[in-house]
């Protein structure tokens, strides 16, 4: 099967499920870039419940190509972002096997959005022993054929389409380290289940 994503920071688990049941992955850098997305967003469980950490960038001129966001060190967000997720998943069961590899995301810069996170889906794909052809598209293709066409389907207000008997199964619970205090938290940030529960990542999504 062929997927086609958007480009998405420490993608969810419903992205990360259909990266995994994908023979062919294609990353879409020719769409009009989206604002409050999971583009530059993620969700980690921490203290005192779900948080979002979202990247800043530069401002952009309207309908910018996503492959020509740039982010913004103005502020820092590494800091920030690695110190929120040192602070939730520190005493996770796995955070020591992979903290270096992901730590490096929060050490050097990067210039455009899509460079910073396809190399951590890369890195992700690497951590769970996954081989998968993950490629950048050529051009913007409005209804592509044979192809699974995921662009709008995975989205922080809305659930499209199949998704939603998908989302119902990513509710099966699995060790979290706030649990006792918020309950079973589901579709969270991969970082989540990659520190909670290892290369067992790789059976709970099949």
Known sequence: MTTLLTTAYWPNLLYIY???HSELI???QFENYQKQSFRNRTQI???N???NLTIPIKNQSPKMLTKNVEISYSENWQINHWRAITSAYKNSPYFEFFETEINSFYTKRFLHL???NTEQLKTILKL????KDVRLTDNYIHQPHSTLDLREA???KKIVGTNEKLIQK???PYYQTFETKFGFQSNLSVLDILFNTGLETINYLN
Not at 128 to 131: E, N, Q, Y
């Open 128 to 131: 769970l022993r996954c081989k």
């Open 45 to 47: 469980y921490a203290a």
């Open 18 to 20: 259909h990266v995994l």
């Open 170 to 172: 990513l509710k099966q």
């Open 154 to 156: 995975i989205h922080p």
């Open 49 to 51: 419940g779900v948080l």
């Open 114 to 116: 899509m460079e910073f």
């Open 26 to 28: 294609y990353i879409e």
